[in-house]
């Protein structure tokens, strides 16, 4: 996100919180972090702090009206969170709520946890992806924590914002030799994997 970019979308984030349209708590957390975001790329700390504050606090209105408490499942239960009510586990809660713990550094496992878990409802939603699901399972299996929160979440928004299955693999795939890189780490070089980036959240809305 250029600056040109994110004064377009700080614009767009404060007009739809002043003119209040959105449908729900999760939603009205979205937009005042889709602000923070913003104002942080322009330099607006103040305003960027306030913003993630008002985001914090109607995620926490959102998780006391559907009584969420805490981490919603364990890293080794993931599969299960397959059979739970869709209202549960909203793709957008899951992604919101990885996205606010990577600021916190203490908080990048509960964050990639929480993005890892998105991605399963993703692929829930497109239940012909078995190959994508078998193939994430090893990864979490296998890699685990040598994957940064970061990258996941990197890769998570690429899964969410595309519908071409074939891409999707392609990303997925990267995301495995990329943990393969950080998890043998080559000392002669200190240069990091060139990872594609989308710093701004999906635009999708909470249906």
Not at 118 to 138: C, D, N, Q, T, Y
Request: with cysteine; hydrophobic share 35%.
């Amino acid at each position: 996100m250029d600056l040109d970019q994110a004064d377009d979308a700080l614009a767009l984030a404060k007009r739809t919180i002043r003119q209040e349209a959105y449908d729900s708590a999760l939603e009205e957390a979205w937009w005042h972090f889709k602000a923070y975001l913003a104002s942080e790329k322009l330099n607006k700390h103040k305003d960027a702090k306030d913003y993630l504050d008002q985001a914090s606090k109607y995620l926490t209105e959102y998780e006391q009206d559907n009584h969420i408490q805490g981490m919603p499942t364990p890293i080794d239960q993931l599969f299960d969170t397959l059979a739970e009510p869709r209202s549960f586990g909203s793709v957008d809660y899951h992604l919101l709520k990885a996205e606010m713990a990577l600021l916190q550094p203490e908080k990048e496992q509960e964050s990639y946890t929480l993005a890892l878990m998105a991605i399963l409802f993703i692929m829930r939603e497109h239940p012909h992806h078995l190959s994508v699901l078998r193939f994430l399972g090893e990864l979490i299996v296998k890699e685990g924590p040598s994957v940064s929160a970061n990258l996941v979440l990197n890769n998570l928004k690429e899964c969410y914002t595309t519908i071409d299955d074939l891409h999707l693999m392609h990303r997925l795939q990267e995301l495995r030799l990329l943990s393969e890189t950080q998890a043998k780490p080559d000392m002669s070089s200190s240069t990091e994997p060139n990872v594609p980036t989308h710093e701004s959240p999906t635009e999708q809305t909470v249906d």
